[in-house]
């Protein structure tokens, strides 16, 4: 898997998301040069923990990173309408991670002050887990910033608004058809794969790293379904899917770390 196709943060063929639609997405953001800028997503799953890939994190320290939520606007500056930023106070990395084969790449991070999930006005909320094992089907909808066409060559995004895309599961055994059955491993699922045709390409360009893919639940909550992790290609309208986190795999593992 080259590295190139994990760390960058495009989402191809969305739609722009409304203000407060998904209260759970951050922006996970890294300092260089003295200024932050947006380096993955992530998402809230309490108060106080965030949930990303992995390979975000990897060889980076607590004190080069930052938290910002309450916001679909990158332009958006921390302490202007519902928007704060909050630092990080420790990172646990899944310790079976592989930066090698992209095995378990998931990890939590703790931030400071805790969020503020009473009274956010709705702005920031903790996404809902899926149970240990549940199996999802059907569309989901992945959601994170940056530009808009294919064609990005790994620019830096242009566009600082977030972008929402509904895309299709791909079953395993067909994902494993794609990219071979070594690399499509327990705890990882596929989406994002056109359905035919006549429909235009969707999915994350080089990742979206850490960023959400929810499904509505019955009650009409969102439910993380997985943490992108991995493409082949851009959107790819050839049927190749992107790769993500199989969170319900990993339930009791967030349990255990996520303590609030």
């Known amino acids: 898997i080259s590295k190139s196709n994990v760390l960058k943060p495009y989402i191809i063929g969305g739609s722009e998301a409304s203000g407060g639609a998904f209260p759970w997405q951050v922006s996970l953001q890294r300092r260089q040069g003295g200024l932050w800028g947006h380096s993955c997503g992530a998402v809230v799953v309490n108060k106080n923990f965030i949930l990303t890939a992995a390979h975000c994190i990897n060889g980076l320290s607590e004190s080069s990173l930052r938290a910002v939520v309450g916001t679909n606007q990158l332009n ?35 931030v400071k002050p805790d ?37 990005a060559g790994g620019q830096t995004p242009s566009n600082k608004l977030m972008f929402i895309s509904d895309v299709p599961i791909v079953s395993l055994p067909k994902c494993r ?75 009791n593992w967030i349990d255990k770390n996520a303590i609030e």
């Open 76 to 110: 958006d500056k921390p302490g202007t309408g519902k928007t704060t930023a909050h630092e990080i106070s420790q990172i646990i990395k899944h310790e079976a991670y592989s930066a090698e084969t992209l095995a378990n790449d998931l990890a939590l991070i703790k």
């Open 115 to 151: 969020f503020n999930l009473d009274n956010s006005d709705g702005f920031v909320n903790s996404v809902c887990l899926p149970t240990e094992g549940q199996k999802f089907t059907q569309y989901v909808t992945q959601s994170g910033w940056g530009t808009t066409t294919v064609d």
């Open 177 to 251: 058809s794609i990219y071979g059955y070594n690399q499509i491993r327990e705890g990882m699922l596929c989406a994002g794969a056109p359905i035919d045709s006549q429909q235009p390409p969707k999915g994350f360009c080089q990742g979206d790293s850490g960023g959400p893919l929810t499904q509505k639940g019955p009650n009409n909550r969102a439910v993380l379904v997985g943490i992108s992790a991995f493409n082949r290609r851009c959107a790819s309208a050839d049927g190749i899917p992107d790769v993500f986190v199989e969170i319900s795999y990993y339930r």
